[in-house]
Every structure is written in C-alpha cells, then in structure tokens.
C-alpha cells in the first residue's frame, strides 16, 4: 500500500518561508503530484501540481511565490513557499495519482502552515 510522509509546516513570520516534502513509499508509477490547502471554514483548494514530465500548475494566488519540484529518483515532491502571507495559513496535504493495475490516488496526512502577520 502506497502511503505519503509529509514534514516541514511550522510558524513563521509574515514574508517568510518554507519547505514542505511529500515522500511516497513503494515502488509505483507516479502520473502527477498536488499540494492542497485547507484553511478553517474553507475548502480545500489546489495549490500547485506538477506532473510526471515537469508541467506545473498553479494557483493564481501562489504565483510567483511558490514553487513545487519533483524528484523522480526519490518519488518526492517539494513545495518551496516564499514571501508567506498569513491567509497562505492552512493545513497543507500532498496528493499523488498513480498507476498500479488501474489509476489510484492516495493523499497525505497533512501538514499545518501557520503565517503569523
């Protein structure tokens, strides 16, 4: 069974940064890779996805300050978030499509972000 480890939320100060990871376990196909967020009382929203040839694709409120990155090798994906500001505040979950017999999706536990103004 595929299952993802996510790290890097925490607090921090408006303008900065972070990193979020997303590993997954097992040897699979991995088709494409999100990250959404889901703040209180709202829904979850895509943030930015990447697929397995590079395209990305993000949310309009996050360009330019987010980046997402992949490493094949490791079947890891990164969110690089910059000039954070504290509506970016949410709990932060990792999505992966893959193929294993048939087309799956798996979703990790999340991670809380909190930007403090």
């Known amino acids: 069974q595929v299952q993802l480890v996510e790290s890097g939320g925490g607090l921090v100060q408006a303008g900065g940064s972070l990193r979020l990871s997303c590993a997954a376990s097992g040897s699979i196909s991995i088709n494409s890779m999100g990250w959404y967020r889901q703040a209180p009382g709202k829904q979850r929203e895509l943030v930015a996805q990447i697929t397995s040839g590079g395209g990305t694709n993000y949310a309009y409120s996050v360009k330019g300050r987010f980046t997402i990155s992949r490493d094949n090798a490791k079947n890891t994906m990164y969110l690089q978030m910059n000039s954070l500001k504290p509506e970016d505040t949410a709990v932060y979950y990792c999505?992966?499509?893959?193929?294993?017999?048939?087309?799956?999706?798996?979703w990790g536990q999340g991670t809380l972000v909190t930007v403090s103004s």
């Open positions: 999505k992966v499509a893959y193929h294993l017999f048939i087309n799956r999706e798996v």
